[in-house]
């Protein structure tokens, strides 16, 4: 696994196909965030801002590489642990961006709440937000999964769905990375930061769930 | 391994592309599957690979596997060398050993001087070399080959015809499709024939059989370390053997299978004497002239050369002819001889 891990990080350097998405999260932080934004808020918009990131990566690393070099990489693994390993380089790829995009926020942001009124502490602060980039990392990965090969095919179909992926991990009450985004949000409102745990323990078995499944996909329809 | 009632089909209501194949993999064989355009033979070589899973049935005992794609388009951000060190540790070597293999193998394929040249600015040819190498960089229990021959120069497809065969004489198994029916001819040990999906067998040409179908044939003189001691078991290629009376062994093998056969005897023990090696003319008939057989390679390098160049080059025109004048061949390949010669694939008979 670990030389399979190599094997893909390689080709996503070396492809630069990383480039556009990671250009895209930090514009997002910048124009988003800027300085002296309330920190919690500054989280809860950053964590938001994965969910596109890790979807697109994920899209990179699963379309990476040409049939014919899959074939090869497949057949030495098998296809379930060579599309797996595709996946897990996506989420190990965005978790540099993700805590670079933690530590601008703590630095740069404004240590209050959104009134101005309460102080928020940093170091609960900074946990709480590196929970929700983790929430988002994982669910981004597992909706990048879902929305490209082997379940969607060609461009048009996973790039679409996997906006609309975004939209729907936002929007709904339901999913746990909205629930880790209103909850820092609410935090924001009132000075205090919760810790997001039962969003981070939901998000760990189903984002794990939804990738086995699409690697157990891959060995099918290829 | 071993495929029970294997079949498959893309999507949940396509059509059956390979369907109800029984099909036993063993050990130290060489299997050839034949069948015509879109039969479904890539499909069963992927299924056989374990790129895809069977829509039914169950392949068991899987062994460390490979597998050769038929045209392999350079799109990766590596170079020759990184790409094969790369999938040799995903074929499980170790780093070293992976960098070391990788070089090996483009060696042997003449692609040494790619070594630093990314993929993307390849060749047909040399990308498929690298495709070949990184399928035989560990040494795979398993080899499947989907027209792997294709784009390789002479050289190239020679040397990848030895790699099967020293493949097979490891104790391994190696399943190809090739287009050209000459290929590997009279050394493969299975031949199935894939027709609407289903696998039928389709008999292997006769060994012992001269004819075209059994491909150019080497045939080594080797003494026996004591006196009148056996041959060893299992040797590579299964050579037709005939023993002459001072206890000489005669072995006849597919000319891939030289070098294994070859190496065979002289690694036994106690190690075998090698008197002489001989590729006698494909198209000759068994009571043709026999002078190939009589000679030492080492001393005849035309006629080595010549017997080699005779079988693909002269075997559509010379087969109607062959039976009819058979003390016609005697001067006869002097004319092909000459450019043969020049082929260095065809020079390697001589160097033993």
């Known amino acids: 696994m670990i030389a399979l891990l190599r094997y893909q990080a390689a080709l996503l350097l070396g492809s630069h196909r990383w480039l556009p998405p990671i250009l895209l999260y ?25 969910l596109p990131l890790t979807v697109w990566l994920t899209r990179v690393c699963v379309t990476n590489e040409p049939p014919a070099a899959r074939s090869c990489a497949a057949a030495a693994v098998g296809p379930v642990r060579a ?27 404004d240590r209050r709440s959104n009134d101005h009124q309460v102080t928020v502490a940093l170091l609960p602060a900074t946990a709480c937000g590196l929970a929700a980039a983790v929430v988002c ?11 490209n ?35 820092l949000v609410a935090g924001s409102m009132s000075g205090t930061a919760e810790m997001p745990w039962l969003p981070l323990a939901a998000a760990i078995p189903i984002s794990a769930a939804v990738v086995a499944a699409v690697c157990h996909l891959a060995a099918r329809r290829g | 391994m071993r495929l029970d009632g294997v079949g498959r089909r893309y999507g949940l209501r396509g059509p059956w592309v390979v369907r109800g194949v029984d099909l036993d993999l063993p050990e130290r064989t060489l299997v050839r599957i034949e069948g015509a355009n879109g039969s479904g033979k890539s499909t069963l070589l992927r299924l056989c690979a374990g790129i895809d899973r069977p829509t039914t049935g169950r392949i068991r005992g899987r062994p460390r596997t490979a597998y050769v794609p038929e045209r392999f388009p350079p799109a990766l951000p590596f170079t020759a060398l990184g790409y094969l060190t790369h999938l040799g540790r995903v074929h499980g070597l170790r780093g070293p050993a992976a960098d070391r293999a990788a070089g090996v193998w483009l060696e042997r394929f003449g692609a040494a001087g790619h070594a630093g040249t990314p993929l993307s600015e390849l060749s047909k040819g040399t990308s ?95 003494a026996p370390p004591g006196s009148g001691a056996e041959l060893p078991e299992e040797l590579p290629g299964r050579p037709v053997t005939e023993r002459e009376p001072d206890g000489t062994a005669r072995l006849t093998v597919p000319a891939a299978y030289s070098d294994a056969l ?85 020079a390697e008979g001589d160097h033993r």
């Open chain 2, 128 to 222: 498929q070399k690298v495709a070949v190498a990184q399928a035989l960089l560990a040494a795979p229990e398993l080899l499947v080959l989907d027209e792997a021959w294709t784009g390789l120069d002479a050289a190239a497809r020679a040397e990848l015809d030895r790699a099967v065969a020293e493949r097979v004489a490891d104790g391994g198994t190696v399943l190809f499709v090739d287009h050209d029916p000459r290929r590997l001819a009279g050394a493969a040990d299975a031949c199935h024939r894939v027709v609407d999906g289903r696998l039928c067998p389709a008999p292997p040409p006769d060994p012992a059989a001269h004819t075209p179908a059994a491909g150019p044939r080497v045939t080594v003189r080797a």
């Open chain 1, 149 to 183: 090969r082997p379940v969607l095919h060609g461009t048009a179909l996973p790039v679409c769905a996997g906006l609309l992926g975004c939209v729907l991990l936002v929007v709904p009450a339901l999913s746990p990375a909205s629930a880790v985004v209103r909850g």
């Open chain 1, 83 to 109: 599309h797996l390993a595709a996946v897990l380089t996506a989420a190990l790829a965005a978790l540099p961006p993700a805590l670079a995009g933690t530590a601008f926020v703590a630095l740069f942001s």
């Open chain 2, 262 to 346: 070859l190496r065979a005897l002289l690694t036994a023990r106690p190690p075998w004497h090698i008197h002489t090696v001989t590729a006698p003319v494909a198209q000759r008939p068994p009571d043709g002239p026999a002078g190939g057989d009589a000679m030492p390679g080492t001393g005849e390098p035309d006629d080595g050369a010549m017997a080699r160049g005779a079988g693909p080059a002269t075997a559509d025109h010379s087969a109607p002819a062959g039976p009819a004048s058979p003390a016609a061949t005697g001067p006869a390949p002097a004319g092909p001889a000459s450019p043969a010669v020049t082929d260095p694939a065809l």
């Open chain 1, 137 to 147: 990392l994982l669910l981004g990965t597992a909706v990048g999964a879902v929305c």
């Open chain 1, 26 to 50: 930090a514009g997002f932080l910048v124009v988003g965030i800027g300085t002296g934004s309330p920190v919690l808020d500054a989280f809860a918009f950053a964590a938001a801002a994965l």
